[in-house]
Every structure is written in structure tokens, then in C-alpha cells.
């Protein structure tokens, strides 16, 4: 079942987002602790959040941080059809960052999984860190341009991009070119006093974002008066992204989810 969010009430979850995000700016980056929050039952499938992703990453074709996967469930007349949006988990124990070359991939202080494009070149570092990531989290970036074939370059892609509070301009050759990429938490937008792109751009409030550090944040509260699973958890790799489950068909259709997400 979807249960919508009416607009004053998601209004309310931004707003307080944001104040949650401005009192963790105020803290020493290592007492912060990232995490994302996803109410799959608020989710209607309409992909705004992948789309507001790429906008914000500039990403070119096969290059996608997030992805809404989509399961039918149960038997007629009981059935139901869950739509769930994945992105890096920002793993506290990484499988991808010990398969990439020494300080490619790192582990900052607030959590967030960084990637280092000058030290992640090549295909074939891809799909070493690729393949040791159990939630299909990177892309590879190819090189190619949705313009390709046309007369010109459209202005969206020269203009910079600002992964780990850096200007990328992803001109010909230029990195992140050759490199895998994947969600960095909009680490760029947070220090700015900004909730990620993904989570404004939600109409149906599914994403919530904070600091799991302080008791007082929205998803503390959320996790601590809800039910919750992280995605293969057997795996211990400690995933920051948690999914909500209140109730049995929840969990049911979220496990059937899981089943694709290996
Ligand atoms: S989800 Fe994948 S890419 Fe992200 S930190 Fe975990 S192993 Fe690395
Ligand atoms: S947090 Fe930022 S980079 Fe990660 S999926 Fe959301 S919009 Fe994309």
C-alpha cells in the first residue's frame, strides 16, 4: 500500500531535515554519522529522484548513482507491487574499498565512502571494485555524451560538477572520464547546509537524511520508533542506508526486492 505524504507534512520533514543537517555542521566532522532512511510504502515508481541525481552529478549515459528497482509480490487478490530506490550504502566495513588500489576509495570521518578518480582509472579497476560490491553501486564512465552525433555539446555538459567539493568539468578525456563513479551522499551539497538532491526532489518523501549521532535528528526518531532492515545484512558490511518495514507485507515485499539486489 502507498501511503502518500501531504505536502505540508513532507514541508515539515525538509524543514526539519535542515535543521537536523545545520546542528551537524556545527559538530567536529568524526562525531557525525550519515545516514539515508527510505520509506519504500511512500515510493510511486516516478524516478524523479534518479533524475534529480543526474542533474546534480552531470552524469553522462551509463553512468546512474541511484536506481528504483521494481517487484510484483503475493498472489491475487493479495498482491503488491514495491518500487525500491538503492544507492551506495556508504558501508561502514567496504568490500569495494579493499578491492581498489591503496587510497582510491577511503572512508571519511563522517562515514561517507569517497571515491579518488586520479587513483580509480582504468576498466579494469571498475570492475574489480565492481564486482566486490554487493549492492551494484558503481558505474563506469565511458566517455560518452548525450550530444554525441549532434552539431554541438549542450551547455549541461561543460558546465562543473562539484563531487567531493571539487569542480569537474568533464570535458574530453578529462576525469571522471575512464573512472568508476557512484553515490557520494552529496557530501558537496551537505557542507553547503544542503540535504541531498534525491531527498528534496522526492514528492513522496521517501528518502530522509541526517545524523544517526544525535537522538534528536528526524532519523534517529524514525529508526528508533520503526522497524528496520539494511540490505544483505548477513553480509556485515554495515550499509548507512536503512529501509523501513512496519509490517509483514512490508518486509515480504522488500525481501522479494533483495532477491534482485545480489
Ligand atoms: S555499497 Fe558498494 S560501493 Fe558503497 S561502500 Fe558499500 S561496497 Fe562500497
Ligand atoms: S545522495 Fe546525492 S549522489 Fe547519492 S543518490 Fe542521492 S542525489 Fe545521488
Not at 552531470?58 to 503475493?74: C, L
Not at 493479495?78 to 569495494?96: D, G, I, L
Request: a positive charge; charged letters at 25%; hydrophobic letters at 35%.
Amino acid at each position: 500500500m502507498i501511503v502518500p505524504t501531504p505536502m505540508s507534512t513532507r514541508g515539515e520533514e525538509l524543514t526539519r531535515m535542515r535543521e537536523d543537517l545545520r546542528r551537524a555542521l556545527k559538530k567536529p566532522v568524526e562525531q557525525r554519522r550519515w545516514v539515508m532512511v527510505i520509506n519504500t510504502k511512500r515510493c510511486t515508481g516516478c524516478y524523479a529522484c534518479v533524475v534529480a541525481c543526474m542533474a546534480e552529478n552531470g552524469s553522462p549515459p551509463g553512468v546512474a548513482y541511484r536506481r528504483v528497482g521494481e517487484v510484483e509480490s503475493g498472489e491475487y487478490p493479495q498482491v503488491a507491487r514495491t518500487f525500491m530506490p538503492t544507492n551506495c550504502m556508504h558501508c561502514e566495513n567496504p568490500p569495494c574499498m579493499k578491492a581498489a588500489p591503496l587510497g582510491a576509495i577511503t572512508r571519511r570521518p563522517d562515514g561517507i565512502v569517497a571515491l579518488h578518480y586520479g587513483k580509480l582509472k582504468g576498466k579494469e579497476i571498475f570492475e574489480r571494485v565492481s564486482k566486490a560490491c554487493p549492492y551494484n553501486a558503481f558505474s563506469f564512465d565511458d566517455g560518452r555524451f548525450y550530444s554525441q552525433g549532434t552539431p554541438a555539446p549542450q551547455l549541461y555538459e561543460k558546465a562543473p560538477t562539484f563531487e567531493y567539493e571539487k569542480a569537474w568539468v568533464r570535458t574530453t578525456g578529462a576525469l571522471p572520464i575512464g573512472t568508476a563513479r557512484k553515490c557520494h551522499f552529496c557530501l558537496h551539497r551537505l557542507n553547503a547546509g544542503m540535504l541531498p538532491a534525491c531527498v528534496t526532489t522526492c514528492d513522496g518523501g521517501v528518502m530522509f537524511f541526517g545524523d544517526l549521532n544525535d537522538p534528536e535528528s528526524l532519523v534517529s526518531k524514525l529508526l528508533r520508533t520503526h522497524q528496520s532492515i539494511t540490505m544483505q545484512a548477513a553480509l556485515k558490511t554495515g550499509p548507512r542506508v536503512y529501509y523501513l518495514v512496519d509490517d509483514t507485507q512490508a518486509a515480504d515485499s522488500l525481501k522479494a526486492c533483495l532477491a534482485c539486489h545480489r
